[in-house]
Antibody, heavy 119, light 108 residues
Framework: QVQLQESGPGLVKPSGTLSLSCAVSGVSISSDNWWSWVRQPPGKGLEYIGEIYHSGSINYNPSLKSRVIISVDKSKNQFSLKVSSVTAADTAVYYC????????????WGQGTLVTVSS | EIVLTQSPGTLSLSPGERATLSCRASQSVSSSYLAWYQQKPGQAPRLLIYAASSRATGIPDRFSGSGSGTDFILSISRLEPEDSAVYYCQQYGSSPLTFGGGTKVEIK
């Protein structure tokens, strides 16, 4: 059974860097899937951040590309997200998810973690 | 990028009624890359439909998807109280992947 679990600080100071990890279980992160980050500001809709393949190939949302780094650690079966120069607008629930190769939808999601940007 | 516009913003219906949710794309989307999700408060989104009309594992047949090109529909027949949620469409036929703004379904 595929499971994803986000972890990381729930509070980040403005201008700082948000760092999250997503632990994957039940499947190898080296399987034929992409692994993605999606966020949701409180009371708002879903926003795609980016995705990574185990080979290191990465796609980013152009709206966030200049501030985002996604990486993979195959030895730990996890992938990570860093967002730099954060502001209050980056306050959101951050989800990690698996992207199905068949039709590029998200078939498994983590439970999500709320990250608040505040001093 | 492809903008997905969902309508209506809110749908208020009674149990047993049929809900019809619309997702309109700013450019043509390959049907293979259009999905629908259900999200309840405090929960992660749940995949309902992928490839425009294929139901995900464990999804009741009350949920159905249709459409092509720029117009897609999610139908929920025989609404039940637990169908109260926000529903999102998503496309990845063209990069970057995008989501619609969501339709809230309220059960009277």
């Amino acid at each position: 059974q595929v499971q994803l679990q986000e972890s990381g600080p729930g509070l980040v100071k403005p201008s700082g860097t948000l760092s999250l990890s997503c632990a994957v279980s039940g499947v190898s992160i080296s399987s034929d899937n992409w692994w993605s980050w999606v966020r949701q500001p409180p009371g708002k809709g879903l926003e795609y951040i980016g995705e990574i393949y185990h080979s290191g190939s990465i796609n980013y949302n152009p709206s966030l590309k200049s501030r985002v780094i996604i990486s993979v650690d195959k030895s730990k079966n996890q992938f990570s997200l860093k967002v730099s120069s954060v502001t209050a607008a980056d306050t959101a629930v951050y989800y990690c998810a698996r992207v199905s190769q068949t039709s590029r939808h998200f078939d498994y999601w983590g439970q999500g973690t709320l990250v608040t940007v505040s001093s | 990028e492809i903008v997905l516009t969902q309508s209506p913003g809110t749908l208020s219906l009674s149990p047993g009624e049929r809900a019809t949710l619309s997702c309109r794309a700013s450019q043509s989307v390959s049907s293979s890359y259009l999905a629908w999700y259900q999200q309840k408060p405090g929960q992660a989104p749940r995949l309902l439909i992928y490839a425009a009309s294929s139901r995900a594992t464990g999804i009741p047949d009350r949920f159905s998807g249709s459409g092509s090109g720029t117009d897609f529909i999610l139908s929920i027949s025989r609404l039940e109280p637990e169908d109260s949620a926000v529903y999102y469409c998503q496309q990845y036929g063209s990069s970057p992947l995008t989501f619609g703004g969501g339709t809230k379904v309220e059960i009277k």
